[in-house]
């Protein structure tokens, strides 16, 4: 009697793990497709891997800012927007890997790490790599996402040339928006010189020339940074509408 209990409690215990490891990949796989779908520009696939209640939330960041959308309705129209304006399906490239899963019941909070690679994504500031976290709910056998986190550890970085090319571009782009155009020119100009090879330090440095009605020197710098990044399709509008003026 005492070995049939052992072995049924040894075989409980097997149920239970391979229960889990199926639950896990379920969880997984959710997670998956629900990239995938966003990338595939498929609406409705996308959406119903999300919960579609008023508490239901996006949340992305980063040392330079959070961006946020609460509420299905919201978070919904967005989406719909975004895929409208740009339908083509992106040709992506991904790895997760790191998993901590945890569920309950019917609710599951994961956290993994993602590296995501796609034309026209300037990873240069650490972008592609993120830390996720999820919170998602089982609804009719189906796990959806019921909260999303993406945090960019890698721009949080404080000694490396990438956070010191950010760090003062966003000093630039504070002077800028408090119409001290001078000193914002500097430092943008600073910038330049500093790291002459990243395309995004002539962006803003013509945004600011042109801000400040300098024509002659805000199409310079759009045109050498459109030469390095003839993908950037800001550089490319500003630029046309310089010259057209």
Do not use: C
Not at 55 to 68: E, K, P
Not at 155 to 174: D, F
Not at 224 to 237: E, T
């Amino acid at each position: 009697m005492k070995r049939i209990t052992i072995l049924s409690a040894l075989l409980f215990l097997v149920f239970m793990a391979f229960g889990q490891n199926a639950e896990d990949s379920n969880i997984k796989q959710a997670l998956r497709s629900e990239t995938e779908a966003y990338f595939n520009r498929d609406i409705a696939a996308w959406k119903a891997l999300w919960v579609h209640d008023a508490q239901v939330n996006r949340n992305f960041i980063s040392r330079y800012g959070m961006d946020t959308n609460t509420g299905w309705d919201s978070i919904a129209a967005l989406r719909e927007r975004m895929f409208k304006q740009d339908p083509n399906p992106v040709a992506v490239q991904y790895k997760t890997n790191n998993y901590t899963i945890r569920t309950n019941g019917n609710m599951a909070w994961v956290e993994y790490d993602q590296d995501l690679t796609y034309p026209g994504l300037d990873s240069s500031d650490g972008s592609g790599h993120t830390r996720e976290f999820r919170m998602l709910v089982k609804e009719n056998d189906q796990w959806k996402i019921a909260s999303q986190i993406t945090t960019f550890p890698k721009t949080y970085s404080l000694n490396s040339p990438v956070a010191i090319e950010a760090n003062l571009n966003i000093t630039g782009y504070q002077l800028l928006a408090a119409k001290r155009l001078k000193e914002a020119i500097d430092v943008f100009a600073l910038n330049v010189k500093y790291f002459p090879d990243s395309w995004n330090t002539y962006d803003s440095l013509g945004e600011a020339y042109a801000e400040a009605g300098n024509k002659k020197l805000a199409i310079e710098n759009y045109e050498k940074s459109v030469k390095l990044n003839p993908k950037s399709d800001s550089g490319i509008a500003a630029l046309a509408k310089l010259k057209q003026k």
